[in-house]
């Protein structure tokens, strides 16, 4: 079953623009991550946050945790053409399993 | 250091053949995973090993699939008598512990199958 669902499934910006995902999901969770996959490779692991954090940096990504809403949102900011990729979300619904949505296709423009 | 290694990176193969997928994971982590990916979809998961627990076999679709980790390093998952709907993406990772989203997990670039 698919828990987190991302929105938008598509985004385009130029580059210099911050893309905002956002990441909703249905049932309690430990923790949360993000995940960037470029056109025909495997997943890269971004950035972890845990249900107790509300906040995290890391470089030019920012995330936020919203547990009473069940929702997270990936900031990239002043971004570039290699951010091309989808991002995914994945939560583990308190098992030792990851969970992903169904991804957010990101496309930036030179 | 080495990543996670897959093999074969594409495989073709008739409806009906078995098939063999291959994961070698990061020296020393102890959890592996096995999931799938439709095209232009998320992550499906299948099967995971932990140590030398039980594997957590729940997200298999078929007996048709299965897989096994030898010696707590390589894994190899075998799909039987394969169907055009398992034409996917298979994507291996793996992680230093079990811990659902508590621990990152480090992927392979896939095994591209397509079956004819």
């Known amino acids: 079953s698919q828990q987190g669902e991302e929105d938008p499934q598509a985004l385009s910006i130029q580059e210099g623009e911050n893309a905002t995902m956002n990441c909703s999901y249905k049932t309690s969770i430990n923790n949360l991550q993000w995940y960037r996959q470029n056109s025909g490779r495997g997943l890269v692991h971004l950035i972890l946050i845990r249900s107790n954090e509300r906040e995290k940096h890391s470089g030019r990504l920012r995330v936020t945790l919203d547990t009473s809403k069940k929702s997270s949102s990936l900031l990239i900011t002043a971004s570039r053409a290699a951010d091309t990729a989808s991002y995914f979300c994945?939560?583990?619904?308190?098992?030792?399993?990851?969970?992903f949505g169904t991804g957010t296709r990101l496309q930036v423009f030179p | 250091g080495a990543g996670v290694s897959q093999s074969p990176s594409n495989k073709v193969t008739e409806k009906g053949k078995d098939v063999e997928l291959r994961c070698d994971p990061i020296s020393g982590h102890t959890a592996l995973y096995w999931y799938r990916q439709s095209l232009g979809q998320g992550l499906e998961f299948l099967i995971y090993?932990?140590?030398?627990?039980?594997?957590?076999k729940s997200g298999l679709p078929s007996d048709r699939f299965s897989a096994e980790r030898t010696g707590g390093s390589v894994s190899t998952l075998t799909i039987q008598r394969t169907q055009q709907e398992d034409s996917a993406v298979y994507l291996c990772?793996?992680?230093?512990?079990?811990?659902?989203?508590?621990?990152?997990?480090?992927f392979g670039d896939g095994t591209r199958l397509s079956i004819l």
């Open positions: 090993f932990q140590g030398n627990s039980a594997p957590d």
């Open positions: 994945a939560t583990d619904e308190n098992t030792d399993k990851l969970i």
């Open positions: 990772a793996s992680s230093l512990v079990a811990g659902g989203a508590s621990q990152p997990q480090h």
